[in-house]
């Protein structure tokens, strides 16, 4: 099993620019995440999908939506890029709302 | 969700056990002790959670208290590849979806 995988592994980004984050779990779980972490800080959650065909936002959903594509897949989009969207975003995994989450590797975003 | 302190810092010599102490002095009678570790620019690893007994598994132990006030990870045998930012969170798994990630402590550990 892969476990949580993301793409693209790094992006830059100029301001006002639109790009899409992909996420995907192979462990049939039905609540997924998305973080963000800007250096020396804890995780932020941003939106989250408690099961397939829900989304709700979490603390700092300003800037971005999500789609939850299906039950594998959870994408995150920006649609007008700032700097202030630097930072680098996980996607998480969990079997159900609440139990331990597993996170993918990371995407590493610059917005110049 | 209750909140933690952590000290920020510690370090542990290689093959020697790391305890690592979290307060949580408000947690409530439905929150669980979950720990979390983040290797550096690697994503948060789950490693342990507990209600009120102390848990083992493959990666470490759980030391909870009997009032529940606080809590200690424990890495039997620390190796160099356990040096990593460790996060210990309170919440109720029934209750809302935040988990609330703060600074955690630092882990160096020392060859």
């Known amino acids: 099993n892969a476990g949580v995988t993301q793409t693209p592994k790094f992006q830059v980004l100029k301001t006002g620019q639109s790009m899409t984050l992909q996420c995907a779990q192979d462990?049939?779980?039905?609540?997924m995440y998305w973080y963000r972490q800007d250096p020396g800080m804890g995780l932020r959650l941003i939106y989250y999908?408690?099961?397939?065909?829900?989304?709700d936002k979490g603390e700092v959903p300003n800037g971005y939506n999500v789609s939850r594509l299906n039950k594998r897949e959870f994408s995150l989009r920006l649609e007008s890029a700032a700097p202030s969207q630097t930072s680098v975003y996980f996607c998480?995994?969990?079997?159900?709302?609440?139990?331990?989450?597993?996170f993918g590797p990371g995407t590493r975003l610059t917005v110049t | 969700d209750a909140k933690t302190t952590q000290p920020p810092s510690m370090d542990c010599a290689e093959g020697r056990a790391a305890n690592l102490p979290c307060n949580h002095s408000?947690?409530?009678?439905?929150?669980?002790v979950y720990w979390y570790r983040q290797i550096h620019s690697q994503g948060p690893q789950y490693i342990i959670h507990?209600?009120?007994n102390n848990e083992t598994n493959e990666m470490a132990s759980l030391i909870i208290t009997e009032d529940r006030k606080s809590s200690t990870l424990i890495l039997p045998h620390a190796t160099l590849r356990d040096t990593a930012v460790y996060y210990c969170?309170?919440?109720?798994?029934?209750?809302?979806?935040?988990?609330?990630f703060g600074t955690g402590t630092r882990l160096k550990v020392l060859a």
């Open positions: 998480a995994s969990s079997e159900i709302r609440g139990r331990e989450q597993y």
């Open positions: 462990m049939n779980h039905n609540s």
């Open positions: 999908s408690a099961s397939e065909g829900t989304t």
């Open positions: 408000t947690i409530s009678g439905n929150e669980y």
């Open positions: 507990g209600l009120k």
């Open positions: 969170i309170v919440r109720d798994p029934t209750g809302t979806y935040k988990y609330i």
